[in-house]
């Protein structure tokens, strides 16, 4: 619990005196979005005050998320502070992974919960001092339906997709992939041994979300890696150039 945030206030959510049951479910919604929109706003201003890229990465479980960050921050620490969130509902397996680069993590279990909330992120980056810091990337809980509807007051969400999932995802879960600034097509060193059609797929990301860029890549043979960090690294001059 804590002052700032109104963690208190969770419990009132059951005060309604309506017994029509639809009504109640939107209106607790509404009331939960509401509340999570007003703490994004926060983490956004405070992220800004240290001029902080902040990345919000989703994706369905087993995407690559956590390698492609371990990747990225062997390659990049030297030339960015970065410090790392994230998410699972369960272990401290992908925090581990993150240290083990050298890089600041922290992990959030969710437990029985199925994306990253502003408030989470509020008092996970708690855990860090911001002012050396670039870039704070978060690893969202792999889902990719609710972290849609979850601003955590990052710059931009960045939606990984595998090529072993399948090229229509992005028509199936339109509203990530409207929400998302980035697609990165993970795991192009397979594409050798599937029938995964990668122009299909980025017109079917195209259709959803016109304005996102989109990025191939792979974790694992470094193909494809150098646009990803030019995006980086353009997002962080940007962040720079701001007065
Ligand atoms: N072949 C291949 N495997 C990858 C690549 N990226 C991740 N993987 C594998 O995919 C699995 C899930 O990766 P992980 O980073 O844990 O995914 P997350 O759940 O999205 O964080 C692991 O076994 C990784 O080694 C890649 O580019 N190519
Ligand atoms: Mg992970
Ligand atoms: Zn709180
Ligand atoms: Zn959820």
Known sequence: MCL????AERTEHHHHHDHDHDTRTIRVEEDLLAKNDRLAAGNRARFAAHRLLVLNLVSSPGSGKTSILERSLRDLSG???FAVLEGDQQTANDADRIAATGVPAHQINTGAGCHLDAHMVGHGVDHFDLAPLDILMIENVGNLVCPASFDLG?????????????EDKPLKYPHMFRAADLVLINKIDLLPYLDFDLEKCRDMARHVNPDAKILELSCKSGEGMDAWYAWLRAGVDGKRKQA
């Open 4 to 7: 700032d945030c109104g963690c």
């Open 154 to 166: 990052e710059d931009h969400k960045v939606a990984v997709l595998s090529v072993t999932e399948g």
């Open 79 to 81: 030339e960015f502070g």
